[in-house]
Structure formats: C-alpha cells, structure tokens
C-alpha cells in the first residue's frame, strides 16, 4: 500500500481539513436536543445581525454565511437561532490543531475550522494518504465528537479544492493524474487569489472556467494582468501550486484594547475609541506587511465577561478603513436600532488575525493595495517620526480622551 501510496504522489502530499457547519456543529454536540434541526449561530439579537454559519439542515432552506439573520428567520421561521459563543469554538479549534499535529510536524492553521497538513512521507505511520485521512476523521469524530471533511492532493491549492467537495464527512482524494480533469470544469472564482475584483476583469476576457484559463496563452494573459498574476493564473489553472505551509510562529493576531475608567455607554464615545484602536490595529498589521481576513470587536462587559464578535472577508486587508468599518458593524450590530446609550461597556478591542502575508499573497494581484493604502502608509510615516497622537482623525478629537489603549 505504502509504494502505491508514493508511486501516486511522487512529490508531495497535502491534505486540507475543514470542520463542517463548525459553529453550529459545536452547538449541536454541546445540546443534543438540536441534532437534526436547522440551527442558524450568528448576530441573533441584532436587528441587522448576520449569519456566521448554519447547520447542514438549515443550509436546504438556502441559508449561508453572512446573509442577514431577517432573511434567515423568514426562510426558517422554525429554526434554532443562536448567538455564538466565540471563546467555546476556540477550545474546539485548539483542541482540533492539537489532533493534526499528531498526524504531521508540519501543520498550517489557516483559521479557526481549517488547516493543511503535509503529509509527505507518512505512509510508514499512517498507511495511504486516504486511510490517514480517514484515520484523522476518525479520530476528531471520536475524541471530539465532530465531523471533518478532507481534501488530499499535491499541493495546497488543490488540497483546499478537494476538501470542499464531499461536504460534509467527505473526503476527496485529487492525484496529479486526475488534477486536470478536476480544475478544468471549475469557475475561475475557485482559483486561489482571484476575488472579487478579478473576477469580472476575467469574464471580460471570455474566461469562465478554470480550463479557459488553462488555455489561454501565457501573453494573452500578460497583456491583461502583468507578467506575475498571468503566472500565477497560468500556474493554478495547471494545477500547479509550490507554496509551502506556513508553519513558523507568526503572529497569529493583532489587536489593541481600551479599559475605560467608567464603563462607557456612549456609542459615538465608543465609536470614536473604535476608530482609534482599529487605527493602531492596521498601523501594525502594514509594519509587519501582515494582512489579515478575519476582524474581531471584542469587549468586557460590566462584570468582567469578555466576549468577541467576528466577521471574516474574501480578501485580506491591512486597511485603516476596512478594519475600522468592519468592527464597527460589528459593534453596532450589539447596539439597538434607536442607538440610545443602553449598554455599557467596560472595555473594547479591534483584532485581526486570519493572516497571509502581503509578500506572499497581496502584490501577486492586479489591484492589491486599495488606493487609500497609500493614505495609510503616508500617515504611518508620520506617526513613526512624531507618534501616534501627532495625526487625529477629526472624529477622534470628539472623543475618547479618558481611554487608555494596550497593545496585548
Ligand atoms: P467555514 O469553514 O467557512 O464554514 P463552516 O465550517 O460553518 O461550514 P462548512 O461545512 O461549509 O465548512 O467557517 C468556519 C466558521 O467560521 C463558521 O462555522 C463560522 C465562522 N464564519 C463566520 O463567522 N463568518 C463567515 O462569514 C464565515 C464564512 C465563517
Ligand atoms: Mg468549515
């Protein structure tokens, strides 16, 4: 089994693992009354909450990630609608990671749910590549109680690919021998790097499909996307794909915090504080070139309870604005529609995380940086020569002076 295992993977062998329904799933093991039924976790409270996930059985009603939960109730006015519990789905997570790693040394986590393992060179331990995916199935479905689906393949970008296909419980083996037949009927939106800004720059060229893409000829796509995206499209639209994982001990957040002396109920004070953090937030995140997709607003309540909320983006960002408008939503969300100044808080704080480095990933694409980074980079400067405080945005200057912030 172990030669047929290598002769089928000569190079490598990547296996890509995501937990399925996550949230919802978790909640359905932690209340089994809620096995079987739809249940929707998300922004449950707020009149313009959205949805972060929702179980397999809820998904038949059309409900997904970040449709707003009105439009969830109306689909599924029978559904279990919960708020999430972001401290709980971390321990999971944590937990999860620690069973990947005892498959492979080399483990990527790319967010709370997912991950790549390199498996090369395992078959010795673990048997082929699909008896060690079945085997880590079993495994998370045993000792965790939750289901993985697992994508195998030569390389990251088909790995993540393959992991999606049998959804949920599945597992999908992509070899090199059948890649192509695989990405050719594929959208061009499945290739890794193309979002939504690419996205119709491709359809106006006449590329639909992954195999369109495919064969194009390499100045054709020069011509349209500079000489490094067209590799980059030339090279995934092959199936080719030579990232390693990224498994040093990066930062795995950015965040800043603010204690108020006396809980604040304000919102345009909290809202002001806000844009600070977030400002120091993506201040960091551009001078360690890490641009993150997942941004959190997190807070302590009165009695010390801490809590997050969570959006996570298509693309990366290290964006003042994107930040600042995501928490901001996300803090709002946890407002009432009036806005009166009803709930206190004891401290608030934006993080980022979720990161794939700007080197790697942001200049690869045809329009990376938003403009307004050069705003950003401009302001950095001189907050590095003069401070933080030597720039305030003007809606800074009408609030939030009593606040302190802590890098944490
Ligand atoms: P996903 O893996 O994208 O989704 P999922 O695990 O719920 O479902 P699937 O079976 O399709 O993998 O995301 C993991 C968790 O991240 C998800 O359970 C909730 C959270 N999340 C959000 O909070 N907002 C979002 O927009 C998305 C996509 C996910
Ligand atoms: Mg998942």
Known sequence: MSAASNKIFPDRVVFHLDMDAFY????????????????????VDSPRGVVSTASYEARVFGIHSAMPVREARRRCPHGVFISGRHEVYGQYSKRIMDILGEYSHIIEQISVDEGFLDMTGSEGLFGSPEQAG?????????????SASVGIAANKFLAKLASDVKKPDGLFVVTPESAQAFLDPLPVERLWGV??????????????????????????LEAEFGSRFAAHLHGLSHGRDNRDLETDSR????????????????????????????????RRARRDDMAGRTISFVWRDPDFSRHSRSRTLAEPTLNSDTIYSTALALFRELLPASRNPSR?????????SHF???????????????KKAGIDRAMDAVRDRFGHDSIQRARLVEGGENAESDKT
Do not use: C, M, W
Not at 345 to 352: A, C, D, K, N
Not at 356 to 370: A, I, M, T
């Open 24 to 43: 919802a799933s978790v909640e359905q093991l932690e209340n089994p009354a809620l096995v079987g039924k739809p249940v929707i976790v998300g922004g």
């Open 134 to 146: 079945q085997r880590l199935k079993q495994a998370i479905r045993k000792r965790i109680g939750l």
């Open 195 to 220: 979002g939504k800004k690419t996205v119709p720059d491709l359809h106006r060229q006449g590329l639909y499909t992954i195999q369109q893409v495919r064969l194009t000829p390499l100045s054709n």
């Open 251 to 282: 930062e795995k957040s950015i965040s800043h915090e603010t204690t108020f002396d006396v809980d604040e109920l304000n919102p345009d004070r909290l809202e002001a504080v806000l844009l600070d953090l977030a400002d120091r937030v993506a």
């Open 344 to 352: 206190k808080f004891r401290l608030i704080g934006v993080r980022l």
């Open 356 to 370: 794939e480095g700007v080197g790697e990933q942001l200049s690869l694409f045809s329009d990376p940086v938003p």
